[in-house]
């Protein structure tokens, strides 16, 4: 795919503020910290269009990027991150389900886990969540450069187990790992 335009549209924290036309989105979820930010720059090969931190509970808010005019990323709140108070846990909850049930321009939904780590109980629900849902989905495990070849191919399996999904892809922001292949499943989900 090539990039030509990347636009930072909106920060929405209500459904009135999602935009109204009926571009094509591709939602990027997962826990939080585990570089859904990141992975969105990585893609877009730009730095700092979607806000990343070392501290988790970065994005907060359901953040909208139009690409090349014609299509749009949105960066989701993570979920998972034991130090924000119950009220807010349960606002950013119904942000990223609401969403979720209710978008038609909805086309791809990238769950994005941790290529170290084994899923936890949220990724089981929100993979459930979204296989119940009947929506296309895909999982992709992140920061496998963190990691050695060996214990990436294991780690895959692994998740590929746990979470009961035929296959997983790798990726890295760091290193680009994974780029083409992430992008070849975004572009066949927007041209379906
Ligand atoms: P929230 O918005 O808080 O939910 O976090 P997020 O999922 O958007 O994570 P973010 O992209 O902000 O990244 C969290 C941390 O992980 C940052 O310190 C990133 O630099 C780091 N990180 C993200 N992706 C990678 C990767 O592929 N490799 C390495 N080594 N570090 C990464
Ligand atoms: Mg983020």
Redesign the pocket.
Known sequence: MKVSSTEFLKSAFQESDWPKDAKPEIA?L?????????????LLMVRGL???????????SLNFFAINERFRFV?L??FG?ARVPQNIKSTWGDMVTGYLAKRPQLVLSIH?VDSRHEPTKQDLQLHEWLEESNKPRLTVA?????LSNNELRKNLGRIARVLNVDSVMA?????GRGREELWRAIKSAIDR
Do not use: C, E, H, M
């Not at 979607?50 to 907060?60: D, F, I, M, V």
């Not at 992140?142 to 963190?146: C, G, L």
């Not at 990726?171 to 290193?175: I, N, Q, R």
């Open positions: 990027f997962g826990r939080s910290n585990v570089g859904k930010s990141s992975l969105i720059n990585s979607a806000r990343t931190s070392s501290t988790p509970g970065r994005t907060q960066d709140p993570g991150y994005i992140t920061k496998s450069d963190k990726y890295s922001a760091k290193s």
